[in-house]
């Protein structure tokens, strides 16, 4: 099973990035798809989520109105459009998998906004 994130980076106070996460060794249309972060010094903070079949999203209250998840099934995708990104936003941000108590993680990427 693997999760590989990409798409972070270093940006500007308001500026935007497209985080992507490409799964593989699982069969991903039947797993939820969620999106956490990490600040430093901070607990692992659930961001987004996604339903197997992508008809339904879910999102944590710092990311409503800004972030949107998106899945695409055929290419084993999921991604989040982080837009009017914050200082607050910068963290470690993980692709999750999850169908009942079976979870799967990625190493995660870098996402910093600062001036």
């Known amino acids: 099973v693997q999760l590989v994130e990409s798409g972070g980076g270093l940006v500007q106070p308001g500026g935007s990035l497209r985080l992507s996460c490409a799964a593989s060794?699982?069969?991903?249309?039947?797993?939820?798809m969620n999106w956490y972060r990490q600040a430093p010094g901070k607990e692992r903070e659930w961001v987004a989520g996604?339903?197997?079949?992508?008809?339904?999203?879910y999102y944590g209250d710092s990311a409503k109105g800004r972030f949107t998840i998106s899945r695409d099934n055929a290419k084993n995708t999921v991604s989040l459009q982080m837009n009017s990104l914050k200082p607050e936003d910068t963290g470690v941000y993980y692709c999750?998998?999850?169908?009942?108590?079976?979870?799967?993680w990625g190493q995660g990427t870098q996402v910093s906004v600062s001036s």
């Open positions: 999750n998998a999850r169908r009942g108590t079976r979870t799967y």
């Open positions: 060794g699982f069969t991903f249309s039947s797993y939820g």
């Open positions: 996604i339903s197997s079949v992508g008809d339904s999203t």
